[in-house]
């Protein structure tokens, strides 16, 4: 049996995190990104002429490509199974349920590529996705419990436009609640998108309602990985794939950068 460095020999990996830097395209609802040097070269200089330089980063959990931990969202104040928010969350964050909780996944992945069920290579904004869209996507495919699902879009082309990326005056397309519940039968370990928010985001409504992380996080105890950069994998034609999702293990956070790759 190949130990499994030798079977993944040769294998092809895609990067599906979107490049950190300030002034991206973000939700307003979070802290933004921000780095500056602190320090640069030639500003410390030791005896033997070397030097170096280093950065200060300051950042929101739910900024760039990131993982949302079952914390991040409650209805009428519980958390997933049925814990009150208040007796668990301090100024220090969530001692139950935050990001540091989540598992590295490794496994895996099946991606529904519904921009390819309409023929176009990303969703128009504001397109809302159906379970009808989800059926079509994943015709001759099979889903297992606790593996992941991804939905395609195409959104990750739209990355060098923030203006529609954020799709705060345009919407953005995404999965309505039914679509969630479809997910949901699935019983992925987590599910993921192109999009700021793995969510139907209509034209001009902006993030006013997330139905779809009310059920996914809080209802059924599914992460959700957000602003992924699909595009690419999604030109391979690739369906299923491995995954590797291993957000940083910030301790009591509702959510943390990820960088997944895609192994074919």
Do not use: C, K
């Not at 705060?168 to 192109?194: F, H």
């Not at 309602?209 to 990985?225: D, K, Q, S, Y």
């Not at 995954?243 to 192994?263: F, I, K, S």
């Amino acid at each position: 049996m190949p130990r499994p460095w030798e079977a993944l020999s040769g294998a092809r990996v895609i990067d599906l995190a979107q490049p950190m830097r300030t002034g991206m395209p973000q939700s307003p609802n979070h802290p933004p990104f921000r780095m500056v040097l602190e320090r640069r070269h030639g500003d410390l200089i030791r005896e033997d002429g070397g030097s170096a330089a280093n950065e200060i980063i300051v950042t929101g959990g739910h900024v760039g490509t990131h993982v949302d931990a079952l914390a991040h969202v409650s209805q009428d104040g519980f958390l997933y199974g049925g814990l009150a928010s208040e007796t668990v969350q301090s100024h220090q964050g969530f001692s139950a349920l935050g990001i540091d909780a989540f598992s590295p996944y490794l496994g895996r992945v099946v991606l529904l590529d519904v921009a390819a069920v309409h023929g176009v290579a990303t969703l128009p904004a504001g397109y809302e996705i159906t379970p009808r869209d989800l059926d079509q996507a994943a015709a001759g495919l099979h889903f297992e419990p606790d593996e992941a699902i991804l939905i395609g879009t195409g959104w990750s082309r739209h990355w060098p436009n923030p203006a529609v990326f954020t799709g705060q005056s345009g919407g953005a397309p995404g999965p309505g609640e039914a679509a969630a519940r479809w997910l949901a039968e699935r019983r992925p370990r987590l599910v993921g998108g192109e999009t700021i928010a793995f969510e139907h985001i209509a034209p001009a409504r902006g993030h006013a309602a997330l139905p779809v992380h009310r059920v996914l996080l809080m209802e059924e105890g599914i992460n959700i990985v957000e602003t992924m950069r699909l595009h690419e994998v999604l030109d391979t034609a690739a369906r299923e794939f491995l995954l590797v999702v291993n957000p940083l293990p910030l301790v009591g956070a509702t959510g943390a950068p990820v960088r997944p790759l895609a192994v074919l």
